[in-house]
């Protein structure tokens, strides 16, 4: 005999997860991450996915690249930002949803990956991963993209 009530199963068989938070977007994403947008940064795009156990952030903006770089490092990362030799296509769109490719397909992408209690960066301290990824363009500039939950 099950001890959940019918409304439990219901919740079960209609389990909205993920959905994007409405209204959760740039700031909401930022402030989770603690990511200062840089002044004068553009295209500063984010989301919100709600997930049962965790939500999931999405940032992502154009800026200088030096300034890219530095926002990479501020996340300070046990490796620094890197080319990575082969990355997989994803299996799901999540940049997508913000109107961008997915990072890890864009060649020549720049990638880190920190997990901030790890290196104890306690001013990220409800956040347990963050993916950076930081994308040369023309004219010295950088797309930068972050995931974190």
């Not at 389990?15 to 200062?36: I, L």
């Not at 299996?91 to 920190?114: C, I, M, N, S, Y």
């Not at 997990?115 to 104890?120: A, E, L, Y």
Request: aromatic fraction near 10%; charge should be negative; include cysteine.
């Amino acid at each position: 005999m099950s001890s959940c009530s019918a409304a439990d199963r219901d919740r079960v068989t209609r389990d909205p997860y993920p959905y994007w938070e409405q209204g959760a977007g740039a700031s909401e994403a930022a402030d989770f991450m603690k990511v200062n947008v840089p002044a004068g940064a553009t295209e500063v795009k984010g989301a919100v996915q709600a997930n049962p156990q965790e939500g999931v952030y999405f940032l992502s903006f154009v800026t200088g690249a030096e300034k890219a770089v530095q926002i990479a490092e501020d996340l300070r990362s046990e490796k620094p930002i890197h080319t990575k030799a082969v990355d997989l296509p994803p299996d799901q769109e999540l940049f997508g949803h913000l109107g961008l490719p997915e990072p890890q397909t864009l060649k020549g992408a720049r990638w880190a990956g920190v997990c901030p209690p790890c290196v104890k960066d306690h001013r990220r301290g409800s956040v347990q991963w963050i993916d950076v990824y930081v994308y040369d363009m023309a004219g010295g500039k950088a797309r930068v993209y972050l995931h974190a939950f």
